[in-house]
């Protein structure tokens, strides 16, 4: 037979065995189709007709412009999504007005440091931008292991594994370490991103008062149920009230109950300790206590993306089954060099986690001194200025604007109503001047927002549900 007959007899083998194997997959397919069909059937009353739903009619759009028609009635400016024309620190500038800023997460002034442009510029020119795959399959880059390496390092434990999303951290670990038989604690004021990843497990979910750790103890006492595991869950700084976790009495728990504990430091790595170790060297503790250190790397660290922090077995538990590790894209490179570079910085110049301590301390003594309620604040890195009334709120945050310090309001549903305030970041960049000058304007316009009444109390709630309705 000439070689041209040999390639065509082959050509036919080869398109034959592949047209087997889909034939099976269809096969395989259909019968698992027609079987799910099958048990439908007998379950189910058949499904009565019914038109498509619109997003229009769905309540969380109708909130969405009820607020914004509330606003506009009100003359009220929405505070959110203003866009930044520069790198925001303790200055930004927006819509060309350059503005005292307490509304960034870089805490160190690490985003435009040099040493973290020029690694980030060196490793665009020879990765690019993305990974281009999952880690898993294609996307290992030797930044990953490098930065990894470094964070297991910088916290004393054994290693860590980074993933693209802080959010996507805290879902993709809980939901891969915990399951149907297990049971997670919670304190009351854990982040959403917590919250997502217990629903996501299936495990039953208790919460204790914040940062209450008798309530705790009276919740491990009580648990009903023979769980698998059992994990608590608390936060390093808690990012709305800016108080600690209280790792000494959380650690004498742990002793006794035998539970997992997961620290969440979004908020406290490069803040915390004297060289920004974060709680466990703020306490003077071993950090192989804790089981699970958990953080963000778009903070101190100028990047985007989490990380987990631990032993060996669960870095290896989570590369091999976390959904959103095996399953999702791997950390820019350019992204991992910042975090790397910034971590740099970090250990050689502890001085900079002194100044954010000091210039936290100071805008915490001057609000107090106004007569301003910080709630429990404990003037690290993040020190809220609770005004009660939302309205009240966004139109601070709208006046200070307007004397030139950007600073955002939270309120309800992100905080119960009555409970709204002003959130402001502290970094290490600021200067005496700015906070002297913040805290004495914070206080002079809420001191008129409230003589004026302004603010939910002073609306006629029922005429404006009224408008709402007939719009």
């Not at 925001?88 to 060309?96: E, K, L, S």
């Not at 959380?250 to 997992?260: N, P, T, V």
């Not at 969440?264 to 804790?290: M, N, T, Y």
């Not at 109503?417 to 600021?430: D, K, M, P, Q």
Request: aromatic letters at 6%.
């Amino acid at each position: 037979m000439s070689n041209d007959g040999k390639g065509q007899t082959f050509s036919k083998m080869n398109s034959s065995l592949k047209e087997n194997l889909l034939d099976r997959m269809r096969n395989t397919h259909h019968s698992s189709e027609r079987n799910r069909m099958a048990r439908s059937e007998r379950e189910l009353p058949p499904a009565p007709r019914r038109q498509q739903a619109r997003f229009e009619d769905l309540p969380e759009y109708k909130q969405v412009v009820a607020q914004k028609f509330a606003s506009e009635q009100l003359g009220i400016a929405n505070p959110f999504y203003r866009p930044h024309q520069t790198a925001a620190g303790a200055t930004t500038v927006i819509d060309g007005r350059t503005l005292i800023n307490f509304a960034s997460y870089d805490y160190l002034g690490l985003n435009k440091h040099a040493h973290v442009l020029e690694r980030t510029r060196e490793t665009i020119g020879t990765f690019g931008i993305s990974a281009s795959a999952s880690r898993l399959v294609a996307g290992e880059r030797p930044v990953h292991v490098e930065l990894e390496e470094r964070i297991a390092r910088f916290y004393g434990v054994d290693a860590a594994v980074c993933f693209v999303s802080g959010y996507l951290t805290n879902v993709a670990a809980i939901s891969c370490l915990m399951g149907p038989k297990d049971l997670v604690i919670h304190d009351e004021f854990i982040h959403n991103s917590a919250l997502a990843g217990i629903k996501l497990s299936g495990a039953t979910r208790r919460l204790f008062k914040h940062n209450d750790t008798a309530d705790l103890e009276h919740v491990l006492r009580t648990v009903a149920g023979d769980y698998r595991h059992i994990m608590v869950i608390v936060e390093g700084i808690y990012s709305m009230d800016g108080d600690i976790a209280n790792l000494p009495a959380l650690l004498r728990l742990k002793a006794e109950y035998g539970f997992w504990l997961m620290v969440d430091e979004a908020h406290s790595l490069g803040v915390l300790g004297k060289r920004g170790k974060g709680l466990a060297e703020h306490f003077g503790i071993d950090p192989h206590e804790v089981d699970i250190w958990m953080g963000t790397l778009s903070k101190t660290t100028s990047s985007c993306g989490g990380y987990i922090a631990g032993s060996a077995a669960l870095a290896a538990v989570l590369k091999a089954s976390a959904g959103g590790f095996v399953y999702s894209v791997g950390l820019a490179p350019a992204l991992g060099a910042a975090a790397v570079a910034s971590l740099d910085i970090l250990e050689r110049e502890p001085e900079r986690t002194t100044a954010l301590r000091r210039n936290g301390g100071l805008f915490l003594k001057l609000a107090k001194e106004a007569g301003l309620d910080t709630g429990l604040s404990g003037g690290y890195s993040v020190v809220p200025v609770i005004v009660g009334d939302s309205l009240r709120a966004v139109q601070l945050s709208n006046d200070l604007l307007a004397a030139g310090i950007n600073v955002l309001p939270i309120i309800h549903p992100a905080v119960p109503e009555g409970l709204a305030r002003l959130r402001f970041f502290i970094t290490s960049e600021h200067t005496e001047e700015q906070i002297r000058r913040t805290v004495a304007l914070t206080a002079e316009r809420l001191k008129d927002l409230t003589e004026r009444n302004f603010g939910l109390g002073g609306v006629d709630i029922e005429q404006m549900l009224k408008a709402i309705s007939a719009r």
